[in-house]
């Protein structure tokens, strides 16, 4: 039997249904009339962070290398015949299955993720470490993802978020093939799933098609979650030198609160004011346009499941260095003393509103976020709630934020040619 739940709602002026597995898993559905092609995601949460950092990743490499039904040759040509874009992803706080095919296809592709997720053999382990080890050392052969790589790392010191591609390369020699089975077993049998779907196609079939597929997956509410919050304790200044090196990457940064926060919405505010806007953000404008210092500026706030970061980004000539470094210590001072404008504010839950609209525009990008969100227990219609949090945000939470979260307890990476 498949339950639908009484409730429909309208997110993003789109109605949307909610419905429910047999086995608890839960979903919605978002009718997309005229739409072609139709993306279901599947998000299974983790509870436990790896044993072995690597293994998750590795784990995730492999599903789509074969089956008990078909082998990695076999199955990608099935998926190119049919025209069926099925992937997985890996994030930390949770495994994605994600197809995106032809309206008519879409049963055929739920029989596909469901042989991928209940039947992977896991059998191309050995080729996929050699792989894999040549990848990590050509992605850290880039200035910036090195950089990245080590900020990432050392903010989420000894912590399962901080498990880089460096810290997967000292240690994928200790995974087994065993190791990474294990593991995803565990994720399947402990983590509560949602799934979401949108395009135009017949529910009521899909829903019998959903259930008969995947309703004897282990779903589980309850499991306790075993992933604790990364502390940073200390201001910390980690120095790269790559003597090749073009441009100095720097990278400063801070752990903030997560999305379910009160403060998250303000912050999310203070990262499209400084640097997320683009050419009106405060350090496009102070740094680039101004001081003539950056080939690139930004800044990035995100949550985790178990926390938030924020971080300020810039590339730049190493004689640059100390004089950017003094740059965003005034622009994050500025933001902290003196109160933004109405107007400054008002443009930025605007330049928000109009992104939330963009990255909702196809079936695939629909599925994604709303996924995302129902993963984390927000609620599969986040989107509106996130918007009046927005709207609520006052110039006073722009300058309590600022003045509480960006303390002297800050990373900083510098990645140069030389040491500073």
């Not at 810290?167 to 089975?181: A, C, M, Q, W």
């Not at 740094?287 to 926390?307: F, M």
Request: hydrophobic share 40%.
């Amino acid at each position: 039997m498949f339950r639908t739940c009484p409730n429909v709602f309208l997110w993003l002026n789109i109605i949307m249904l909610n419905f429910e597995l047999d086995n608890g898993i839960s979903g919605v559905y978002s009718e997309a009339k005229n739409t072609p092609r139709v993306a279901l995601a599947l998000n299974v949460a983790i509870n436990n962070p790896e044993k072995i950092p690597g293994t998750y990743s590795l784990m995730n490499r492999l599903l789509l290398q074969g089956t008990k039904k078909y082998s990695s040759e076999e199955l990608a040509n099935l998926l190119d015949k049919n025209a069926i874009d099925l992937n997985t992803d890996m994030k930390q706080d949770y495994l994605r299955f994600k197809v995106v095919c032809l309206n008519e296809d879409i049963d055929l592709a739920i029989e596909f993720m469901a042989e991928i997720l209940k039947n992977s053999t896991f059998e191309e382990f050995d080729k996929e470490v050699v792989k894999m080890k040549g990848e990590i050392v050509a992605e850290l052969d880039s200035a910036r993802t090195k950089a990245f790589d080590a900020f990432t790392r050392n903010l989420y010191k000894d912590h399962f978020y901080g498990n880089t591609y460096t810290v997967i390369s000292e240690n994928i020699d200790k995974i087994t093939k065993e190791d990474v089975i294990n593991s995803y077993n565990e994720i399947i049998e402990t983590g509560k799933k949602v799934i979401t779907i949108a395009g135009d196609v017949d529910f009521e079939k899909i829903k019998t098609t959903l259930n008969k597929q995947l309703g004897d997956i282990k779903n589980s509410q309850d499991n306790e979650r075993n992933i604790s919050v990364p502390v940073l304790k200390k201001a910390d200044l980690v120095n790269i030198i790559k003597e090749d090196a073009q441009q100095a990457q720097i990278i400063q940064g801070w752990i903030i609160p997560t999305i379910y926060s009160d403060d998250f919405p303000a912050l999310a505010l203070v990262n499209t004011i400084l640097g997320a806007s683009g050419l009106s953000s405060r350090l496009f404008l102070e740094l680039r346009e101004k001081k003539g210092l950056a080939y690139h500026v930004r800044s990035t706030c995100e949550s985790k499941q178990s926390c938030g970061s924020f971080s300020i980004y810039i590339a730049t000539e190493p004689k640059n260095i100390k004089v950017a470094l003094a740059g965003f210590e005034e622009e994050i001072n500025k933001i902290k003393t003196i109160p933004v404008s109405q107007k400054e504010l008002d443009d930025a839950k605007n330049n928000i509103f109009g992104k939330q609209a963009f990255v909702t525009e196809t079936n695939s990008q629909k599925v994604n976020i709303i996924a995302n969100y129902g993963i984390f227990g927000l609620g599969f219609d986040y989107q509106d709630k996130m918007k009046q949090r927005l709207k609520e945000v006052t110039v006073e939470d722009i300058q309590r934020v600022t003045n509480k979260y960006f303390t002297d307890k800050h990373l900083t990476v510098v990645l140069s040619p030389e040491k500073i």
